[in-house]
């Protein structure tokens, strides 16, 4: 089994703000939490320049958490990621039915507080998946993939970005 998370899911947020996490997430987000009879996520709503929510298992953020700490006490960096990665974060439960409810915080920085927005994507990214308002992600993929493609040479192929570790097909 692989333990990424990987592929993009529309959802439907209800009226009590709650959405189901897609099957192949959860089971990544069991893996990352063996230990809880409840499957968790911590939802990172910080960095006010995102316009998503980055969701992490429980032992990926032990593992952030880690980093943070080998950074110099009172450091500019430590603290602009303590602010940023844990303050501004939240440990949510999965229910029996596979859902969570947002929390307020995560609605306001997703935008997807209002009555409008009732569906949310969830982007995997290997180690994370992020939570966009649809309308917004749809908008900020595209528009990423054109700037990023512009940069790059019209007939490189994107695989050889990794070096010399292109995988064989």
């Not at 501004?88 to 997807?112: A, W």
Request: charged share 30%.
């Amino acid at each position: 089994m692989s333990e990424a998370f990987r592929g993009e899911f529309t959802q439907k947020v209800d009226g009590k703000a709650r959405v189901s996490i897609p099957a192949a997430f959860r089971r990544v987000l069991e893996a990352g939490d063996p230990d809880s009879t409840r499957k968790r996520i911590v939802i990172v709503y910080g960095d006010e320049r995102r316009k998503y929510a980055e969701c992490y298992t429980v032992a990926g953020a032990q593992r952030l958490e880690a980093m943070i700490r080998r950074l110099p006490l009172g450091s500019m960096q430590r603290r602009v990621l303590e602010r940023n990665m844990i303050t501004l974060s939240v440990t949510v439960e999965i229910d029996d039915d596979g859902r969570i409810v947002l929390p307020p915080k995560v609605r306001e920085k997703t935008g997807l507080q209002s009555a409008d927005a009732t569906e949310a994507v969830m982007a995997g990214a290997l180690d994370t998946f992020q939570i966009w308002k649809s309308e917004t992600y749809e908008a900020e993929i595209r528009r990423a993939a054109e700037e990023e493609l512009a940069a790059l040479p019209a007939d490189m192929d994107i695989l050889s970005l990794l070096g010399g570790d292109v995988p064989e097909v």
